[in-house]
């Protein structure tokens, strides 16, 4: 199971107070990484020129990264990554009067770190997929029917009973667990003691359901919304 720290830096997108906190911190650390460096090597540079360094080769980068995790393609996400990167180097060029295609090139690892984290977090949210069905394949083997050879639901208690081609087969599960269960197969509630197969509906009206097979059920106004 993914921990939530990966959860949030690589799927989740941060909320905007998040963002700024982060920025924020980056922006704090690399200002102070920048004063001991430069103190050290004998050339001290004040905390302001450090803030401003990472204002313009660090944030930019972490905004890249967040509004690329929100894209839902590869081509959207490098089309970001790489108008970042040129905005970075026409402003940074602008600024100080250097080469375009020098300030474009020392682009290049910055871009690479965000392509990788991409990267990573489409192989992170494949995974969290491919476990997900893989839970839902393991829960389903556990019915003792096949999902497609089930019509509908309806609860009997602590049970409920399948309804087929067949005769009903009661099954020991409540109708709000099937419910869950057999959602991802594209079925819904219809009633609180009814779940059927979507493509089964044949007629919704009134308050009325009626099945392909011609079994009718009435519908509470609370599950008419899934209906629509």
């Known amino acids: 199971m993914l921990s939530d720290s990966l959860d949030r830096i690589f799927i989740r997108p941060l909320t905007a107070s998040q963002l700024l906190l982060v920025a924020l911190a980056l922006t704090l650390a690399s200002s102070l990484y920048c004063v001991i460096y ?16 990472a204002g313009l080769n660090i944030v930019p980068w972490v905004i890249c990264f967040e509004i690329a ?12 990554l ?3 990167a040129l905005g970075m180097s026409l402003l940074d060029s602008l600024m100080s009067g250097s080469n375009m295609m020098f300030e474009l090139t020392r682009r290049l690892p910055g871009a690479a770190i965000i392509a990788g984290m991409l990267a990573l977090s489409w192989i992170l949210k494949r995974l969290v997929s491919d476990r997900a069905v893989a839970k839902k394949l393991v829960s389903t083997l556990e019915l003792p029917l096949l999902v497609d050879q ?16 067949g005769a009903p087969i009661l099954h020991r599960m409540s109708i709000s667990a099937m419910t869950k269960l057999l959602s ?16 089964n509906i044949k007629e919704f009206t009134g308050n009325i359901v009626t099945l392909n097979t011609g079994q009718t059920f009435k519908t ?9």
């Open 150 to 165: 089930i019509g509908w639901v309806t609860a009997a208690g602590n049970y409920v009973e399948l309804h087929g081609s």
């Open 220 to 228: 509470g106004n609370r599950y008419r919304s899934a209906l629509q």
């Open 69 to 80: 995790k929100r894209l839902g393609s590869w081509p959207a996400q490098f089309g970001i």
């Open 184 to 199: 991802a197969h594209d079925f819904v509630r219809i009633h609180r003691s009814v779940l059927v197969r979507r493509q």
């Open 38 to 53: 430069t103190t050290l090597a004998g050339r001290g540079e004040p905390l302001i020129d450090g803030i401003v360094w």
């Open 82 to 84: 790489f108008v970042f």
